[in-house]
């Protein structure tokens, strides 16, 4: 099927999935459980063949230009992967975007959302695939990678292709002006408006996430307008790979040039990235992953609009709660998920030197500090479901940040090793939790990414919200949480997360955690930290993305 085709066949989901942006509910297009029931008998065994059938092999994908291939990926839990990529070069790609530019403009904003939905249908109808790649690439478990990496990745990325369709018709396409003249006809006018790219994208994608924090750079610049090259990481090239295969054959087979969308792997050390965003025809770059790389970014791609997702001081303030045995659960679990390996994950937990009040009576802050590691204990104390809430260390860098925080003094709780009863050489670790004075600011405003956080002595709960404020706003962070039965705490807190550019959630102690969000209602980033440029998604994360160029004529 042709574009205009293509947007017909998916026009009832596109209106659907436009109004969902809009009354911000609940409301997913894609199936998060990986049941029978859903996707059907064969799709999960489908899947598996699937992915096995690519190990040990060259990846079977056309990329422009290629010069030899590069297998780069370990699985962290041990299975051994072998793929092959064409390893890219940076300006052969380039000038492929340009060349597919042109036609890729002349599909309009309706024909490029028709075939980016088909491409999520197809990307969702592979998710078994997709599964066992985001889960030995990334270390997550397979549960975990079916839903973030799988359908809630697809939910971000259709939520993008929303906002991008929304904002690219908002303008008629075709008007018609007339001004009235004294005495005579009036004079008038045809005009029509046409949505143009602003130019080569680049998505740059991390290792942890590479499909969740991918999908929304990638359709958002599709839809208005931009041929897109594919950077991932080099230790998890698999997810990105499979996502551009089916890219281009919908683009093949909607009539269009496939180098719309390519894949650039690389070699670690090539510095393939660097050298894309700098090139004076890329003119858009998202990315994800270090504070380091990405304020390079925001500093050098000048030429370009860059959008980035960095990590931050994710913060707990806790004030009091009348469910401590929720909180404790809560928390404990947010701490675990993936070994701490999302960029949402509270890192600073900020606890009066008082201590707080709960429905079990005063606990002091060591108290608290106790009753966490226990929680964490409870949760984690059969393996298989620890393994199954943890994962696998995604990569030596994590391992070594809990090592070196593991030998700080004041570890209340220490991290331990868990055996995957499925997977005997994977790497997987409980999460470190050390209590720390306010006065170690060296310690906790230094980011640790992975399954570490600290327990933050304060003077007060007042003393808490203004050292949460000024780290935040120096530091960055994606996520924030306040526990309090007080109003005015919580009123307190509000406004200091205002001040301080970042999400607040409040007295969680049930089956929602701080560090997840849902598509096409909570908003992920914000922009107005260091630790992001941008929010997921709203209209700032489309609208530099393109231009509206109007031509006219006598009628």
């Given at each position: 099927m042709n574009p205009a085709e293509l947007y017909e066949t998916h026009r009832d989901l596109l209106a659907r999935a436009v109004e969902a942006t809009v009354a911000r509910d609940y409301w997913s297009a894609f199936p998060e459980s990986p049941s029978k029931s859903v996707y059907g008998e064969e799709a999960a065994p489908?899947?598996?063949?699937?992915?096995?059938?690519?190990?040990?092999?060259?990846?079977?994908?056309?990329v422009p230009g290629a010069t030899g291939t590069v297998s780069t990926e370990r699985s962290p839990y041990g299975l051994e992967l072998a793929v092959s990529?064409?390893?890219a070069d940076p300006l052969a790609l380039i000038a492929a975007a340009r060349a597919a530019a042109p036609g890729w403009r002349a599909a309009g904003p309706e024909g490029r959302a028709g075939?980016?939905?088909?491409?999520?249908?197809?990307?969702?109808?592979?998710?078994?695939?997709?599964?066992?790649?985001?889960?030995?690439?990334?270390?997550?478990?397979?549960?975990?990678?079916?839903?973030?990496?799988?359908?809630?990745?697809?939910?971000?990325?259709?939520?993008?292709?929303a906002y991008a369709l929304a904002a690219t018709t908002r303008l008629p396409a075709r008007s018609s002006w007339a001004k009235p003249q004294r005495g005579g006809d009036p004079l008038t006018l045809e005009k029509t408006a046409t949505v143009v790219g602003r130019g080569v994208s680049v998505v740059i994608g991390c290792t942890t996430f590479p499909t969740w924090n991918s999908y929304p750079g990638l359709f958002a610049s599709l839809v208005t307008g931009n041929p897109v090259i594919v950077k991932p990481h080099p230790g998890a090239v698999l997810p990105l790979a499979i996502t551009v295969r089916i890219c281009r054959?919908?683009?093949?087979?909607a009539g269009l040039n496939p180098d719309v969308v390519t894949l650039a792997a690389e070699e670690p050390g090539d510095g393939i990235a660097a050298t894309l965003a700098t090139h004076p025809?890329?003119?858009?770059?998202?990315?994800?992953?270090s504070s380091e790389f990405g304020?390079?970014?925001?500093?050098?791609?000048?030429?370009?609009?860059?959008?980035?997702?960095?990590?931050?001081?994710?913060?707990?303030?806790?004030?009091?709660?009348?469910?401590?045995?929720?909180?404790?659960?809560?928390?404990?679990?947010?701490?675990?998920?993936?070994?701490?390996?999302?960029?949402?994950?509270?890192?600073?937990?900020?606890v009066s030197r008082d201590g707080i009040d709960t429905d079990a009576g005063r606990r002091s802050a060591a108290e608290f500090g106790a009753d966490l590691a226990a929680a964490l204990d409870e949760l984690l104390g059969d393996p298989a479901r620890a393994a199954g809430t943890l994962g696998a260390i995604v990569n030596d860098g994590v391992l070594s940040r809990v090592t070196e925080a593991s030998g700080l003094p004041g570890v209340i709780h220490p991290s331990a090793v868990v055996a995957d009863p499925a997977f005997a050489t994977a790497l997987i670790r409980t999460p470190v939790v050390a209590a720390v004075d306010v006065a170690d600011e060296k310690v906790?405003?230094?980011e640790w990414f992975g399954p570490v956080s600290f327990l933050i002595t304060t003077e007060s709960t007042a003393d808490s919200l203004r050292i949460f404020t000024e780290t935040v706003r120096a530091h960055g962070a994606l996520s924030a949480l306040v526990h309090s039965t007080s109003h005015s705490v919580i009123a307190d807190a509000r406004e200091a997360a205002l001040d301080a550019g970042v999400h607040l959630s409040e007295n969680l102690t049930g089956g929602v955690f701080v560090n997840q969000t849902a598509a096409f209602s909570d908003l992920h980033g914000t922009g107005a930290n260091p630790a992001a440029t941008a929010a997921l998604t709203d209209d700032w994360f489309v609208a530099g993305r393109f231009f509206t160029l109007q031509s006219r004529r006598h009628s």
């Open positions: 489908a899947g598996e063949r699937a992915f096995t059938a690519l190990l040990g092999k060259p990846f079977p994908i056309d990529y064409p390893r075939v980016a939905a088909e491409i999520l249908r197809r990307i969702n109808a592979a998710s078994f695939e997709m599964a066992h790649a985001v889960q030995h690439t990334t270390g997550q478990a397979f549960v975990m990678a079916f839903q973030a990496g799988g359908a809630h990745a697809q939910d971000r990325g259709l939520e993008a292709v054959e919908v683009l093949a087979e025809d890329v003119r858009i770059v998202d990315f994800t992953g304020d390079w970014l925001e500093a050098n791609a000048r030429q370009a609009v860059v959008y980035t997702e960095k990590a931050g001081l994710n913060t707990v303030i806790v004030d009091s709660t009348a469910d401590y045995r929720g909180l404790l659960r809560n928390l404990a679990f947010s701490l675990s998920l993936y070994s701490g390996q999302m960029c949402t994950t509270p890192q600073n937990i900020l906790y405003t230094r």
